[in-house]
């Protein structure tokens, strides 16, 4: 503490409670405000004139959630009165005037705002081409928006990128990527306007892509077409509402390491040089082109041998394996027959460590696989069995009988049943961190 600072203390009267506060020097009460939500941080204004020049000059966590109520004067004010820079900007409950918008993204740029969270109630909100001016975004999540037309927008600091029920065009899309040199994660959540996507990214690390269950119009292109034509860095690519496709066509992702889920509604699947329609396997690699994917997960009408083995060829390095049924069949796919086949790859004899069954009912095809696995993956630590039933003593005997555990391929593999919780999540919620080893394992 600092000579001036400890002269400023104020000594307490008897029996009060010392002013520990105000000696604390700028920088920390700054950061301190900078913590607290937003009404409350204003508040301290009232306090003296310290306190206002303190909250001024804090740098600016704006979220209209905090504000009693969301208004867009009251955003208009803070944002033309606040002289800091901004941290964070979230609009989640406001309906502002497109010059409302157009001013605030405006100010924003000028106070070199990092994260910018939009989430319009009711009708997609349009962006203004101020949004191209925020060059200083670190991370963006847009959900139910109009991306303005621009094909040579630049973000250079841009890391996380969320798109959620976002209208863009591919060519607007396409330039957004290619002036975002520093992304590491990209989640395109149900994007319209755009029909083919082609990513080509020198820093990317995790790419998460779904399309909507019901078309929301015939009239409004979908995502269909997603090529991963050239990503040295990509470690994660995860697709969600896999019913609907898109088709995916992984050319180069040297340092790929989780996959899924993959399921008969991607109509087309390329993975270097194999190539699966609706799951069916077209052509196989003649050479080992994915060593590094270490966790994979599929989703099937029916699990069945053959299409497992055709994919962990594809796969020799694979330690977790995850496999879900599919809760329904989509139109004008076609299901599989049943195969058996005894033949074992790298992946079985070195490697496969953990299988999960997820939607497990006990069914022959099920049955099948999972004989299959238990008896041929030599060093498998744990199989677990993620039941739609009770998972009753006697349903659970029948079950241990039925799959021959004496003649499992790995001694000390552990079998476990479990309910499962949460059917209808396919991974984690933040899978895009790289942090989480298996962003499939959502019971644990």
Known sequence: MTDAAATSVIPAAAGEDPDLISPLPDCLLTSILSL???DA???????????????????????????????????????????????????????????????WLRTLALKRLQELVLAPPSEPMCLPPSFHACHSLTAADLTNCRLPEDATASFPHLANL??????????????????????????????????????CSQSLRSLTVSVSLVRRSLEVCE?????????PVLERLLAHDVNW??????????????????????????????????????????????????????EMVDPQVKPVVDFLQCFPCLEALHITCHMVIPRS?????????????????HHLKKVVLAGYKGRKCELQLAVFLISSARVLEVIKFLCENDCNLAWLTSQKRRLHLDNRASLGAQVLFEKQRNSYVRFSKHASNISIVDPFDIQT
């Open 245 to 298: 496709g898109p088709s995916l066509h992984v050319i180069h992702a040297p340092r790929l390491t989780t996959l899924g889920y993959l399921g008969v509604g991607i109509p087309s699947l390329q993975l270097g040089s194999a190539l699966f329609h609706a799951m069916r396997a077209v052509r196989l690699p003649a050479s080992v082109e994915f060593r590094t994917v270490k966790t994979l997960a599929l």
């Open 41 to 103: 941080a204003a508040r301290t204004t009232a306090l003296s004139s310290r306190w206002r020049r303190l909250w001024l000059s804090t740098p600016l966590h704006l979220i209209d959630s905090h504000l009693r109520p969301p208004s867009a004067d009251a955003i208009s004010h803070i944002l033309a009165s606040h002289r800091c820079n901004a941290v964070r900007f979230h609009l989640l409950l406001t309906r502002p005037s497109p010059a409302d918008l157009d001013s």
């Open 333 to 349: 796919m076609e299901r599989l027959d049943g195969d058996k086949t005894g033949h074992l790859t790298e992946c079985l004899d």
């Open 223 to 231: 995502l269909e077409d997603l090529i991963i034509e050239d990503a």
């Open 36 to 38: 607290l939500p937003i």
């Open 162 to 199: 969320t798109l959620r029920y976002a209208y863009v065009s591919s060519l607007t899309l396409h330039g957004l990527l290619a002036g975002c040199p520093a992304l590491v994660s990209l989640s395109l959540d149900r994007i319209f306007g755009c029909r083919s996507l082609r990513v």
